[in-house]
């Protein structure tokens, strides 16, 4: 399917550019378009949007993605709650840790997305122009508009600024190539292209940067990822009840599937959790699990105080976890003399941590405190203890 390339203009509407041999087409008329622009990208001035690099060290991308908020949030004027972050592709190629990012408040984006689905093109890509730029050191002079990447940063400009705001960009720089001659005679360098005279001359540049690979970072990424439809085509043709027991065959296959995948997962999780504590508490036992529940169970055992099963307040300790965001369990200690589990937990904030202990004693038959807790690097590190409420 060829792509289409578009860009928003000031008052909303937008150009479309089709590939029509070695130029491109461009019009305001949706030609070429598929169903919900899911062929489309659509850029953006970037005016709103910061371009930023960070060394991001990740095993996986799914880390990446949630170091990446962290990596970039003292570069920010606005709260880290209240703005996107969208991480570049990863180049398995490079080995450096240098990922490129792009930050956009939440409300602009949002504005921006129900503009090109009031448009039908709900699946449509957008791009902020100046995360296309050649790499190196580079600005791009365009109707009203300054692109620019310097130092591993792209940005867009107001022209309006003024001079002096461009040469104290430029000034650390000394390799810039400058597209524009307004641009080149304001730095007092010889500019290399014209740049963009026009906004659907900036859009064919820009759409053969893309054309050609050249790569960028789509915004369009976690919550403002676009939605795929069901696509009913093929059970239109069913009579009415068969179709809707099939759509319900195949939800109950999948959410059985899902939910058969997370129970495995999570029984290993627990299973070796147990095993930890069990081998510490009791190592006369050599962590026998199904020993020790014997043991605590048995009115002739040596135990006093009651406690809650082993596996159960594991669980309900690894509940309490998995419902606040980025908490994780770093080890986990049993004293079998004072009938206390002891847990060393990680978690985002202090406020984090303390909302782990509030859900841990909300629960029937178990008390939680928080001892020692500090900061460790992005994470806060807390001590918990938990044991039965008397």
């Not at 082993?310 to 509940?319: N, R």
Request: proline share 3%; with cysteine; charged share 20%.
């Amino acid at each position: 399917m060829a792509r289409v390339y578009g860009f928003l203009q000031p008052d909303g509407s937008l150009l479309m550019a089709r590939r029509q041999g070695d130029s491109w087409a461009v019009t305001s008329q949706q030609k070429g378009v598929e169903g919900r622009g899911s062929n489309m990208v659509v850029f953006i001035n970037g005016l709103d949007v910061l371009g930023l690099s960070a060394t991001i060290p990740a095993r996986n991308e799914k880390e990446a993605l949630k170091a990446a908020p962290f990596a970039v949030e003292d570069e920010l004027a606005d709260n880290i709650e209240n703005s996107h972050v969208a991480l570049a592709e990863l180049d398995k190629s490079v080995t450096t840790l240098q990922r490129q990012i792009n930050v956009i408040a939440k409300t602009t984006l949002a504005q921006i997305i129900d503009l090109l689905v009031e448009r039908g093109l709900d699946e449509a890509e957008l791009v902020a122009a100046h995360s296309i730029l050649p790499p190196g050191n580079v600005l791009y002079e365009a109707p009203g508009l300054i692109l620019g990447r310097l130092g591993g940063r792209s940005f867009a400009l107001d022209p309006t600024l003024g001079r002096d705001v461009l040469v104290r960009l430029a000034d650390p720089f000394e390799d810039i190539l400058i597209h524009g001659d307004q641009l080149g005679r304001a730095l007092g360098q010889t500019a290399v292209t014209e740049g963009a005279q026009t906004l659907p001359a900036l859009l064919s540049q820009l759409a053969t940067w893309a054309d050609a690979g050249q790569p960028y970072i789509g915004l369009r990424k976690g919550g403002f990822e676009a939605v795929q439809p069901l696509d009913l085509e093929a059970i239109g043709r069913w009579k009415f009840a068969g179709a809707i027991a099939a759509v319900t065959a195949i939800g109950w296959f999948g959410s059985m599937v899902l939910e058969t995948n997370a129970m495995n997962t999570r029984a290993e999780a627990l299973n070796a959790l147990a095993g930890e504590f069990a081998q510490a508490g009791w190592p006369e036992l050599s962590g026998d699990v199904n020993e020790i529940l014997s043991l605590s169970r048995s009115s002739t055992s040596d135990i006093t105080q009651p406690f809650l099963g082993l596996l159960d307040a594991t669980a309900i300790l690894y509940d309490a976890l998995g419902q606040v965001e980025g908490s994780e369990l770093r080890t986990l200690r049993y004293d079998r003399a004072r009938r206390q589990m002891t847990a060393s937990v990680a978690c985002e904030s202090f406020a984090d941590l303390d909302r782990v202990t509030g859900i841990l004693n909300a629960t029937t038959g178990l008390s939680a405190r928080s001892g020692d807790a500090r900061q460790s690097g992005e994470k806060v590190i807390g001590d918990l203890t938990l044991e039965s409420a008397s």
